[in-house]
């Protein structure tokens, strides 16, 4: 594995995969520890990544911030912690905004959305 790509990847969807990440985890530290873990994983080469990259990278990040949960055992409620999307305007109170109407949806329809319009999948 080059670190090369790695970086490159997490260039292009680092923030998407954080925001994935935090539509599922619900808190964003723990969503910034399961994106630096699933990193950390390609680049000890402990992963292999074949195929589209980006899909990759979500699907690790789903499975890694599921075995958080399963970890945890318990759901963490998303507090006001700051931003943890970007919003297409680039406005905090845009991204606020979008976190507050993502937190109102169901987490199988929070997930769709992130993937859909972050993640662009």
Not at 88 to 105: C, I, K, V, Y
Request: with cysteine; hydrophobic share 40%; net charge negative.
């Amino acid at each position: 594995m080059d670190h090369g790509d790695a970086l490159q990847w997490y260039d292009e969807h680092g923030r998407a995969l954080l925001a994935y990440a935090c539509a599922l985890l619900r808190d964003p530290s723990a969503a910034e520890d399961v994106l630096q873990q699933v990193f950390l994983n390609v680049l000890r080469g402990r992963s292999t990544v074949s195929g589209n990259p980006a899909a990759y990278l979500f699907r690790a990040v789903r499975n890694s911030a599921l075995n958080h949960i399963r970890r945890q055992s318990r759901e963490v409620e998303l507090g006001d912690g700051g931003v943890w999307l970007e919003s297409p305007d680039g406005s905090t109170e845009t991204a606020m905004a979008l976190q507050s109407a993502l937190r109102t949806l169901p987490d199988e329809q929070r997930e769709v959305v992130v993937l859909k319009i972050w993640g662009q999948l």
